[in-house]
């Protein structure tokens, strides 16, 4: 009797200081008890029950200075923020009246089939998360038949990630325009010998990466390598160094996305990085409305990728409805990789089922039906 009074008494004492308390970053509440958690410890998957948490999950877990490298943005996180809240000014279009009994997510992007109109965006450095690094991102996307893009800035090597996939999944690569020119050379023919089947190229770090506050309280500033120098006529040279189709990343201009429908591009990848270069950066969804409005045969002639802040299903049926064919998840699969493969995996499938069900919940069966009718953007003021 004693000693359980004793007992009780103890754990009174130490609950509060053993209890995590994590700061949530403004993120929507939907009830994660992190009370039993440990700091520093994993906790366990059957806790997570969205991305949001996934983050909560990362941020208990990694060293404060991993975890800033993955979360940081450009200096005022504005654009980083503006891509977290720039979904909640959308409505979404519910209508009744269609059959919704058989769900269809499938899509091509770039005429490969996936399974799922939304992809793992190239990050750099997996690593920090899992020591699998970018072995659990492939393999997870190959068993769920999703594409994954790996970062040329990668903790693996071009072929060690291609050999994680799965027997013929579909890979594309990330690739920066290096100013060292024998090693884009390289890098593109490594690209294309392992066998990934497209590049998307980072166009718009102009040599230089956006002041990220956050983490560089933890690293030193360093030379991007990037070249500076990126025009029209260095596109052209580089559209020769490769057979591969090339999508330009980070357009984020309608002006651009036009640009690159007349030299032929087969799609475009409208991204302000995660708010990670330019802070102020329009979000992807105020960028398709501005091409909607502008240059509209832009969606006829080309392919049209989008990311930032998607969290939700709902985020990405924004995107989709929006006009983008393919939706990209960034930060989300970084934090997942927690858990390696494992975490991956759930990732993907609390995603498909926020996606599915806001589908069939919008009486929208397939996702090439989603059009313009599905959004009302009235409190976007562009
Ligand atoms: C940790 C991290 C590393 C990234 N590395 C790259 C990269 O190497 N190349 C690139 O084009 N984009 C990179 N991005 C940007 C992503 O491809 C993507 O555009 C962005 O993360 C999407 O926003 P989200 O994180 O809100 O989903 C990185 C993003 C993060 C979070």
Redesign the pocket.
């Known amino acids: 009797m004693l000693s359980a009074m004793f007992f009780s008494l103890l754990c009174s004492v130490l609950w509060p200081t053993l209890a995590v308390t994590i700061d949530m970053e403004g993120l929507p509440d939907t009830g994660l008890d992190t009370s039993s958690w440990t700091t520093g410890v994993l906790p366990p998957l059957d806790d997570i029950w969205d991305l949001n948490d996934m983050q909560i999950a990362a941020k208990n877990v990694l060293s404060k200075k991993f975890y800033a ?2 979360r940081t943005a450009a200096l005022n996180e504005y654009t980083y923020q503006a ?1 977290l809240g720039i979904y909640s000014k959308v409505r979404l279009n519910g209508f009744a009246f269609t059959d919704t009994s058989n769900i269809q997510t499938s899509t091509t992007i770039l005429g490969f089939n996936f399974s799922q109109p939304f992809f793992i ?5 997996a690593g920090h998360a899992n020591k699998s690094a970018e072995a659990s991102l492939a393999s997870a996307a190959g068993k769920a038949g999703i594409l994954y893009v790996p ?3 990668s903790t693996l090597s071009i072929e060690k990630i291609a050999k994680a996939g799965q027997a013929g999944q579909v890979m594309f690569h ?1 690739e ?1 325009v290096w100013s060292n020119r024998s090693r884009l050379t390289d890098e593109l023919d490594r690209i294309e010998a392992a066998g990934f089947k497209a590049i ?1 190229l ?1 166009v718009d770090n102009t040599g230089i990466n956006g002041v990220r506050t956050r983490s560089m309280r933890f690293t030193e500033g360093s030379d991007t390598g990037h070249a500076t120098n990126f025009d029209l006529p260095a596109l052209a040279a580089l559209r020769n160094m490769t057979s591969l189709p090339i999508v330009p ?2 357009i984020k201009t309608w002006q651009d996305a036009r640009t690159c429908l007349a030299l032929g591009f087969p799609a475009i990848y409208v ?1 302000n ?2 708010g ?1 270069v330019l802070d102020g950066a329009p979000t992807a969804a105020e960028v398709l409305l501005d091409i909607r409005r502008h240059a509209p045969e832009v969606f006829a002639g080309m392919e049209v990728y989008a ?4 969290r939700r299903g709902t985020d990405a049926l924004i995107l989709l409805a929006l006009g983008a064919r393919a939706v ?5 699969p ?1 934090f997942a990789n927690i858990w390696g493969e494992a975490g991956v995996s759930r990732m993907i499938s609390l995603f498909a089922t926020e996606l599915a069900t806001s589908m069939r919940l919008m009486g929208v069966a397939d996702v090439h039906q989603l059009n313009a009718s599905h959004v009302n953007t009235n409190q976007i003021v562009l």
Do not use: E
């Open positions: 490298s993955y891509n965006a190239p990050a750099a450095k970062s040329i800035s990330q920066y998307f980072t990343k980070g991204s990085h995660g990670r990311d930032g802040g998607v990209g998840l960034g930060r989300p970084m």
